[in-house]
């Protein structure tokens, strides 16, 4: 991934905000290389990632994709009727047009990573404080790889090869990386993720 941000789509509400989400959903919006994952692969990671089969609680918390053109939308149409037909029931994870993206407020973004105290500490000495800190939590490749893996997504061999370049070493690089060949090591995580 080159850069994530949380927000809402999907609504015709104007100017929403976690408090007045009105009829949108809160989504997810990156950027990748496509020379190095295809949308197809991403849709592979999405649908690994959650329960397709199951019924929305909300239009706040339903699980879509948010299609921005005939290509994309033909493309998730397929991996949509290819993972039904694979779990032999309707798949409930909406396919939409994609009509805008509002940011989430600053508090939301890169949620885990916020809530890791020594690599928020690295990033801060990286980028600064305050606004600073909060305008390269939105465009960091770095700030959403970490927040990646302090979710436990992602193989700890690639942590382990990027991690110089993430701007994370030292004890808390390695406490990371720790942590991840913990949760490798009892099966759990990384969900397709590269």
Request: charged share 20%.
């Amino acid at each position: 991934m080159i850069r994530t941000r949380v927000g809402y789509a999907g609504g015709k509400h104007r100017n929403p905000t976690y408090h007045d989400l009105g009829d949108h959903t809160e989504t997810l919006q990156l950027d990748y290389d496509p020379d190095r994952i295809s949308y197809a692969q991403l849709l592979e990671v999405f649908f690994a990632a959650h329960d397709p089969t199951a019924a929305p609680w909300s239009t706040q918390y339903k699980a879509a994709v948010f299609a921005h053109d005939p290509g994309q939308q033909a493309t998730a149409r397929q991996s949509l009727l290819g993972v039904q037909e694979r779990l032999g029931r309707p798949v409930r994870t909406q396919l939409l047009p994609y009509t805008g993206f509002t940011l989430a407020e600053d508090y939301h973004q890169k949620y885990s990573l916020r809530h890791r105290e020594e690599l928020m500490r690295a990033l801060a000495a990286a980028y600064g404080e305050g606004a600073a800190l909060n305008a390269a939590l939105l465009r960091s490749t770095a700030a959403a790889r970490l927040n990646g893996y302090a979710v436990g997504q992602g193989r700890s061999a690639d942590l382990e090869r990027e991690l110089a370049s993430l701007g994370i070493g030292g004890q808390v690089g390695q406490r990371l990386l720790e942590q991840l060949r913990a949760r490798e090591a009892r099966g759990v995580g990384a969900a397709g993720c590269r």
